[in-house]
């Protein structure tokens, strides 16, 4: 990628009286050692469907989904930066040029492999200490309908991304703090032009416009969606970046910014939420202990509850483990329908599971006491025995088994909406690698717009995270669903940032991960089989169509298929639709010559690297 060769140093941004607001000294907004070099053209690439080639490279390679957050990464690697450093490089940038899909107003879930360990740092959003289990409830007791509940105070968690890129820094960074900030800065400050993808999601989203900033913001003043390669400068987000950079996660869960986040949900016109400013001072960050899971001649290493993505995953791969091998799985660059067959039913048992058990483990116990044991081989065998060849097990026909004597028979939770997300794949020089998914959930999140006290235009969304819970906290009999709603809890999340090792020598194999709400589980399911047991390249293997089911109605990415599949789904009784499967998978493989990186066609995401 050409660079100017005009390099940007971090100055002074904000009026004095801006910097003020948050009492910062000005000796702190001083000039750093790192300079970050704006591209000379914006690497933007359209979004819908393109072909993308895949990335060789030798030392290093970072993957995210959108250009100008992958050079980011890319600047601060080549600098000497850790994988750690570059990831929170990336996310800025992401807050700003992908404001859609996460930032630094959501949650975050990373899987961090320093050259011997691997670590899971949880920076999940987690609920109002004021919350009642009833949240998501009308004065009838009924649930709310959900976009109402989304954009609303009510759906906002504590945001957790910074405290959580914090906690990691401190443990793995090599650059400073500050200076993973300027690229962010500098395109905040200069502009970035409006990707194709941003374009259509400011256009398909209605109510970002009752956000009164969000709608002076994101549209013309003749109230027309932002076109395509407008220039958009963020003053109020270089502004915020500017006093994280130098203050760290405080300046954003106090101060200023804190206040106007907790202005916005309590007086929003529409449904408040009880968020305060002690829910955000007091959230912190956690490590937890990865869940590594041997299949086939790999250990997969991915995210241990609240999110249900590791577990669904290596349920679906151990239950397809367990059945009769099939001859092909990949015929004419399709998976094939004895394959997708199976593939479904095992994803059937798999929701069911994750529908009744999978919740924050600080306020569910694992069945058992021992989440492993929903992958334990003697049980994905019973599930897998409950899969026949010629014959669907239907919508609604899988029902969650007993992994482990239970303390507590938790209702079934009904399904409801996911959505959103980014995926982070890195790798670095020193032998680090990650896997990090982010998000604020729906498209805009909350549709809330927090311009940290500045009075600037721009700023960064809060998240809708709330929606992840169970709306209704019990079934029609009054039993408790483990997702539901609770003080200080956090939701139960699909994000399924995933790490892959070899079995023998330990060494790293792949990072890989994908947004898709619950289809994240599909798409990084798919991905694994694609690379590890079909033998394709990362990219290959993320150019495949997708087919999902969540119990119900099977799903097949529309267009992707031969109208013969979808026939013989049917006659082996699945309900078949057409519908776009829109996934952002990001893939790093490891090679003879170093790394393989792909990107996912159907997003503007590249890899970078030397």
Known sequence: ???????????????????????????????????????AIAPETGSGSEEKPGWATQKFAVAAANPLATDAGYQILKAGGSAIDAAIAVQMVLTLVEPQSSGIGGGSFLMYHDGEEVRAYDGRETAPSSVEEGLFLDGDGEPLEFMKAVASGRSVGVPGTLRMLEMAHNAHGRLPWAELFEPAIALADEGFPV???????????????????AAAYYYTEEGEPLPEGHSLKNPALAVMLEWIADKKSSALHTGKVAEDIVGRV?????????????????????EREALCTDWQDYRVCGF?????????????????????????????????VEWLHRFLEASRLAFADRGRYIADPDFVEAPGGDWSLMLDPGYLDERAELIEDGQSMGSGGASPGNPGALATAWAVQPTQPEYGTSHISIVDEHGNALAMTSSIEQAFGARILSDGGTGMPGGFLLNNELTDFSFSPTDDEGTPIANRVEPGKRPRSSMSPTLVFDRESDALVASLGSPGGAAIIHYTARSLVAMLDWGLDAQRSLDLPHAITLGGPVYLEAGRFPATTLEALRELGHEVEERELTSGLQAIQQTREGWFGGADPRREGVVMGD
Do not use: C
């Open 195 to 213: 990707s194709p993808r941003l374009h259509r999601s400011i256009a398909a989203t209605e109510a970002l416009r009752d956000d009164d900033r």
């Open 266 to 286: 309590q007086n929003h016109p529409g449904i408040t939420g009880t968020l305060s400013l002690e829910d955000l001072a007091s959230y912190s960050a956690k």
């Open 304 to 336: 241990p509850p609240p999110s249900s993505g590791h577990l669904t995953v290596m349920q679906i791969l151990g239950t397809l483990e367990q059945l009769p091998a099939i001859e092909v799985g990949l015929e004419d660059d399709l998976p094939d």
């Open 1 to 39: 990628m050409t660079l100017s060769a005009t390099p940007f140093r971090r100055r002074l941004l904000a009026p004095l009286a801006a910097t003020l607001m948050l009492g910062l000294p000005l000796t702190a907004l001083g000039e750093v050692d790192f300079q970050y070099q704006r591209p």
